[in-house]
C-alpha cells in the first residue's frame, strides 16, 4: 500500500508526543508516494536532511498517511 510522508520539524524542547502540525516549527508534505510503511519513513527522513530545514536543536517527527486516504480525501472536497 502506498504511503505519504509528512515531516513535523520540532524543536528540542518540545516532546515527541506534542511534536505535530500546531507545535511544529516545519511542516512539509512529500509529494509521491512511498511503497510500505518502512518506505514511507526512509523516505520521509531522507526529505527531512535534504529539505535543510533541521537546526541546531531541532529533530524530525514523521507522519505517514496511506496514499488511498489523500485521494478520498480531494475527490469529497471536489464534490
Do not use: Q
Amino acid at each position: 500500500m502506498p504511503f505519504f510522508a509528512v515531516i513535523a520539524i520540532c524543536l528540542n524542547s518540545t516532546p515527541v508526543e506534542k511534536c505535530r502540525e500546531a507545535t511544529s516549527v516545519h511542516w512539509v508534505t512529500i509529494a509521491e508516494p512511498s511503497n510500505g510503511l518502512a518506505g514511507c519513513m526512509r523516505a520521509g527522513m531522507i526529505a527531512a536532511v535534504r529539505s535543510r530545514l533541521l537546526r541546531g536543536g531541532d529533530y524530525p517527527k514523521i507522519f505517514c498517511r496511506p496514499a488511498a486516504a489523500e485521494t478520498d480525501a480531494v475527490a469529497s472536497r471536489k464534490r
